[in-house]
Each structure stands twice: as structure tokens, then as C-alpha cells.
């Protein structure tokens, strides 16, 4: 809460807010239920972008612009380290496959297996559809302050691996980006 005075005699407002603590890109981490080793190797994330447009009232005189458009949520974009046994990149990877385009009706339910090493690394339970995601902000103390709870997230993009021998002394490791689309998003305070 800011503590507010306004004297409308001098014509001076004074602001204050009573946290200055900026917020920091390093205080989030994410949960997706159907991808545990993507939480694991975040990178980067976000709070995506909303809009809405005015709705247009004609009056004799003019035409009024009023809120009341339909919201529009942008997508939710998160990049991750990818592991080397690609266990992260295939649980994106074979949901998209499973939702998306499956040979045949045995496949939009089973489950994928790496057969050198017969873990299950993806679909958990082989369950289809949405999952829910939360990013938890935190603040300065690493302390959680709120969390985005995502309804209904799935994918709808998946990036490339970039191979890469021309720089031999450094090692970047392999990064991905997926986008996700979603129901709605809610911001909800963590007490």
C-alpha cells in the first residue's frame, strides 16, 4: 500500500511506496505437472502480456470508447537447458506429437520410451490434454510473494537444437524454447 497525501492548496503530491525493492529476473520457479525436468532446467519465463480493445458507443454526437473488448492472452513462452539424455525436450516433444498428429489411435495414448536406458520420459500415466502451470514470483529474500497459476497449458511450439563445433574453448550448453497457450491466467498473492 502507498501512502498518499494530496493538498490540493499547494498543488503537491507526495508518493511514497512503502516497499522499494525492485524486482529481480532471478526471483521465479515454475511447475508444469506434466514436465518435471523442464521445472527443473528453466531459464527464463514470463508473464505474458494482455489486451483488450474498447467497445464503441454511438451517440448522436460521438462515438464513446467503453472497456468491455475481450481479453486476449499472449503466450507463455519458457526456455530451458536441455539435458543430455534430452529427457526435457522429449516431454514437450511427445505431448505436442501426442495431441497434435499421432499415427494412429495407439499412439495418442502410450506411453514413450527411451529404449537405451527404458525410462519413461514423458506422458505421465499416458494421460492426454492440458496441464496446469504456477510460476512462483519471489522478492529480494527469495521469499515467494505471488504465484501465476496457468489454466489449461499445452504446447504449441517447440524450438530447434543448435549443434555447434565452431567454439571449441567454450561450452554453451544447448538451450530450448517452448510456447505454450492457456484458458486465462490468475495473479494470487502467496501469504
Known amino acids: 500500500m502507498a501512502n498518499t497525501t494530496v493538498n490540493l ?14 524486482l529481480s529476473p532471478l526471483g521465479f520457479k515454475f511447475f508444469l505437472a506434466r514436465s518435471p525436468t523442464v521445472n527443473f532446467f528453466a531459464q527464463k519465463c514470463n508473464i505474458p502480456a494482455i489486451s483488450t480493445y474498447d467497445v464503441a458507443v454511438e451517440t448522436p454526437f460521438t462515438r464513446l470508447p467503453v472497456g468491455g473488448g475481450k481479453i486476449q492472452f499472449n503466450p507463455f513462452i519458457i526456455t530451458f537447458k536441455v539435458d543430455e539424455l534430452l529427457i526435457n525436450y522429449l516431454e514437450i516433444f511427445n505431448w505436442m506429437i501426442q495431441e497434435g498428429h499421432p499415427d494412429d489411435y495407439d499412439e495418442s495414448t ?10 519413461i520420459s514423458t506422458i505421465i500415466g499416458g494421460s492426454r490434454g492440458p496441464s496446469d502451470g504456477f510460476l512462483i514470483i519471489t522478492n529480494s529474500a527469495m521469499a515467494p510473494t ?27 550448453y544447448v538451450t530450448c524454447t517452448s ?8 495473479i494470487e498473492p502467496i501469504l
Do not use: C, R, W
Open 179 to 186: 510456447t505454450f497457450t492457456y484458458q486465462d491466467f490468475s
Open 146 to 172: 505471488y504465484q501465476i497459476h496457468y489454466k489449461g497449458m499445452f504446447p504449441i511450439a517447440l524450438s530447434d537444437i543448435q549443434f555447434d563445433s565452431t567454439t571449441p574453448n567454450e561450452v554453451k
Open 110 to 119: 502410450k506411453l514413450y520410451k527411451n529404449p537405451s536406458l527404458g525410462i
Open 9 to 22: 492548496s499547494l498543488g503537491t503530491i507526495k508518493n511514497q511506496p512503502e516497499n522499494i525493492n525492485l
